[in-house]
């Protein structure tokens, strides 16, 4: 199994920045990608950017090209999210998750990953 914690969620006002962290630990070697997907309140889960592990390869939704980064940390097992001139339609539910294999779908299909983190809130004030 893998094991995934969030963290640097928190209220921010519109315009602002923020990084998110999800650190993984136990079978970190089965991993392939990692991914961010968010969830707003009576929304479905939605995709907002993957990195793969080994080459760093990256992808991002359309909302979000531009203002976000993923980045890797290998050593520390660490991915990040850093999160420019946020939007309040930015407010959800962070999570990150590991997925074992590639992806023909950009790695944008939540039901292709394996394991999920408990997510870490992001709120956008105007």
């Known amino acids: 199994q893998v094991q995934l914690v969030e963290s640097g969620g928190g209220l921010v006002q519109a315009g602002g920045s923020l990084r998110l962290s999800c650190a993984a630990s136990?079978?970190?070697?089965?991993?392939?990608?990692m991914g961010w997907f968010r969830q707003a309140p009576g929304k479905e889960r939605e995709f907002v950017s993957a990195?793969?592990?080994?080459?760093?390869?990256?992808y991002y939704a359309d909302s979000v090209k531009g203002r976000f980064t993923i980045a890797r940390d290998n050593a520390k097992n660490t991915v990040y999210l850093q999160m420019n001139s946020l939007k309040t339609e930015d407010t959800a539910v962070y999570y990150c998750?590991?997925?074992?294999?590639?992806?023909?779908?950009?790695?944008?299909?939540?039901?292709?990953?394996?394991?999920w983190g408990q997510g870490t809130q992001v709120t956008v004030s105007s």
């Open positions: 136990g079978r970190t070697f089965s991993v392939f990608a």
């Open positions: 990195i793969t592990w080994s080459s760093g390869r990256t």
């Open positions: 998750a590991t997925d074992s294999g590639s992806s023909i779908y950009g790695y944008a299909r939540a039901r292709d990953y394996d394991y």
